[in-house]
Nanobody
Framework: QVQLVESGGGLVQPGGSMKLSCSAS????????IGWFRQAPGKEREGVSC??????????NYDDSVKGRFTISRDDAKNTVYLQMNSLKPEDTAVYYC????????????????WGQGTQVTVSS
């Protein structure tokens, strides 16, 4: 069964850090780019970050709202992608999803083949 599972969400104070994991089962991430998306209540889903497959460039990109604070990385041996989130702000509060698309990143969320169930991140004092 092809599956992506996010973990690592929870409650954190403003200025704190949190690391999300996206683990794949039923398929290998080697040839997939992995994107992180988020959706806050009452808002549309938005792209946060993406990392291309190592078979492509392995490069990462970030939305301006998280640039310099979030870092995406991948460990293909563990079939897992991570999102390190630092200097968290209340506006980062959302359900975070990871998704897989072949080869390289695209901002078009409909192009992503596989999605996780999401993990809640709440930034609040």
């Amino acid at each position: 069964q092809v599956q992506l599972v996010e973990s690592g969400g929870g409650l954190v104070q403003p200025g704190g850090s949190m690391k999300l994991s996206c683990s794949a089962s039923g398929f290998t991430l080697d040839y997939y780019a992995i994107g992180w998306f988020r959706q806050a209540p009452g808002k549309e889903r938005e792209g946060v970050s993406c990392i291309s497959s190592n078979s492509d460039t392995g490069s990462a990109n970030y939305d301006d709202s998280v640039k310099g604070r979030f870092t995406i990385s991948r460990d293909d041996a563990k079939n897992t992608v991570y999102l390190q989130m630092n200097s968290l702000k209340p506006e980062d509060t959302a359900v975070y999803y990871c998704a897989a698309v072949p080869w390289r990143c695209t901002p078009t969320s409909h192009a992503y083949d596989h999605w996780g169930q999401g993990t809640q991140v709440t930034v609040s004092s």
